[in-house]
């Protein structure tokens, strides 16, 4: 599982949402209405395999398809919330992402999320958390991640066959 290694890139396939302090929708009810997008697959496909492409391109080891779950930060989750996670069948763990891919979604976009696994997680790791090494592994991975975005720019046409602008044809919006 992508819980126990560090520095590694992955794509994002599901997501599971612990956060609750974020606004999660451009439909909260009003003139707008609700709006229920489908999040059976929450990224975009065509956008993850033109990653995929990518990365094999610039031979980079890349995890596709990992379950990731969102916390509220900034903080390091417990042993006992990763040990939750991991029986529920997360990969990744981290705060960022959502509400991101669900108001892509909204809105009709293609979305595809690269996640930097930057550290062990707590009870898994042999040592304490520490700010700077997340700091160190992101500047380490930062610069494939940047290999990796303009290779995928490079590859990327306007014709991706991927149904994410059909999202909210439902309340007539695009």
Not at 87 to 109: C, F, H, Q, W
Not at 124 to 139: D, Y
Not at 145 to 157: G, K, M, R, Y
Request: charged share 20%; glycine share 10%.
């Amino acid at each position: 599982m992508c819980l126990r290694i560090s520095r590694q890139l992955s794509l994002i396939g599901l997501t599971r949402r612990e956060s609750k302090g974020r606004p999660q929708t451009f439909y909260e009810g009003g003139k707008r209405g609700v709006l229920h997008v489908d999040r059976t697959e929450p990224y975009c496909s065509a956008g993850r395999q033109v990653i995929m492409d990518a990365s094999e391109q610039l031979g980079f080891a890349v995890k596709n398809g990992a379950c990731y779950v969102c916390t509220e930060g900034p903080r390091f989750e417990t042993p006992a919330e990763i040990r939750m996670f991991q029986r529920l069948g997360a990969d990744l763990v981290g705060m960022t992402s959502i509400p991101e891919v669900v108001l892509a979604r909204e809105l009709g976009m293609c979305y595809a999320s690269i996640g930097m696994v930057t550290n062990e997680a707590a009870g898994i790791a042999a040592h304490p958390l520490t700010h700077a090494e997340v700091m160190e592994s992101m500047k380490e991975l930062g610069v494939k991640v940047a290999q990796l975005i303009q290779a995928t720019f490079e590859l990327w046409t306007p014709s991706q066959n991927c149904l994410c602008a059909s999202a909210n044809r439902e309340v007539g919006k695009f």
